[in-house]
């Protein structure tokens, strides 16, 4: 079956520091992947997304490349804010809409000013 | 911006009670999902929904649990008999077409069972 491993958390960064959170898959075809980011007291919001190998997701200046050989979506940001602050879910799909997500445990990240 | 939407935001109920989450689905959406989050862990499927009827479930999704669509616009999940491992953040989700890479949740239910 599906499953999605996320490094654990919590991350703790200083502002202006580079976030990386490491997220690796297993998925049977081709997979795609997303980042989900959950805000204190909020819903899932979609990050950024990737639907096949080598593609490039980037939204507010966080970035993830899908990696087929190494079966890889870590999610990066060159300087992130306080207001970066939340809990990063990585997660795949490899039938969009019919089938639904799986979701990786969740990576908190926070950011110290 | 379309958005889900989902009530109440925070239920609290006993051990036992039947209790329906609702939820508002984009309107052109096409298939819809329930999923919970049980505090600090992952966030689990539990069953999609399309053309009326149920097109996957998780083994969470066990015989105490049922979706419906009654009126073309609301999105319900039922627990007949809740039990205190029930208590998570239920949220629905909502995506407009097969392929369409990117679904929309709602801002959650907090079940409390107590």
């Known amino acids: 079956g599906n499953s999605v491993t996320q490094m654990e958390g919590p991350v703790t960064l200083s502002e202006e520091a580079f976030l990386t959170i490491n997220c690796t898959y297993t998925?049977?075809?081709?997979?795609?992947l997303f980042w989900y980011v959950q805000y204190p007291g909020e819903g899932l919001q979609l990050l950024l997304k990737a639907t096949k190998a080598d593609d490039k997701g980037s939204n507010k200046g966080f970035e993830a490349t899908y990696r087929k050989e190494t079966t890889s979506f870590h999610l990066e940001k060159g300087s992130v804010q306080v207001s970066d602050s939340a809990v990063y879910f990585c997660?795949?799909?490899?039938?969009?809409?019919?089938?639904?997500?799986?979701f990786g445990s969740g990576t908190r990240l926070q950011v110290q000013p | 911006e379309p958005e889900v939407t989902q009530t109440p935001s925070h239920q609290v109920t006993q051990m036992g009670q039947e209790v329906i989450l609702r939820c508002v689905p984009i309107?052109?959406?096409?298939?819809f999902y329930w999923y919970r989050q049980i505090l600090g862990q992952k966030v689990e499927f539990l069953v999609s929904f399309y053309n009326n009827e149920i097109s996957e479930k998780s083994e969470i999704f066990d015989d105490q649990f049922s979706v419906e669509r009654p009126d073309g616009s609301n999105f319900t999940l039922k627990i007949r008999s809740t039990k205190l491992e029930d208590s998570a953040m239920y949220f629905c989700a909502s995506i407009r077409t097969e392929g369409n890479t990117e679904a929309f949740f709602g801002q959650g239910t907090r079940l409390t069972v107590v």
């Open positions: 309107s052109n959406h096409l298939y």
């Open positions: 997660a795949l799909s490899d039938r969009p809409g019919r089938r639904a997500l799986t």
């Open positions: 998925a049977t075809g081709y997979p795609s």
